[in-house]
């Protein structure tokens, strides 16, 4: 997940406004709208200040990024079709997540859920997964 993206989902999962949390930050509403849309280059500093806004703090990492986890023949397979294409695009119409990025978060979910059935999936097996990921996406409980 990116930047931006992160700070949304934890500004949303607060409940709050960008206003809110820009005020609290002593930072401007459009600074921190640029930013949630991947805009914007921050300083360190507006960042531990939007940590500390959204009652998080601040982790900066410069080692290497951990290698993706390899992806069974079986997922590659599926994440080339149709189908895989057409799930996408439908959950990315109900998310508004980037397809591009929402296809690449999918495979890698799959890939590591495939892992812990201790064998490789079949790509009818792959489907019934993102069956019901559609399924609570497009169609959610009323709570």
Known sequence: MGLGARLRALRAASGRTVAAVAADAGL?????ANLE?????PTVDAL???AEALGTTLNVD???SPAPPELPASLVRLGRGTRFR???ATLAHHTGAPEDELAAALLDVLARLGRLT???PAERDWHRLLD????????????
Do not use: F
């Not at 849309?37 to 280059?41: H, I, K, L």
């Not at 019901?132 to 709570?143: E, G, I, N, Y």
């Open 37 to 41: 849309n991947d805009r914007g280059n």
């Open 132 to 143: 019901a990921l559609l399924l609570v996406t497009a169609h959610p409980s009323d709570r």
């Open 118 to 120: 201790g064998r490789e």
């Open 62 to 64: 410069l080692g290497p």
């Open 48 to 50: 531990r200040r939007l």
């Open 28 to 32: 401007s509403v459009p600074y921190v």
């Open 86 to 88: 057409q799930d996408v």
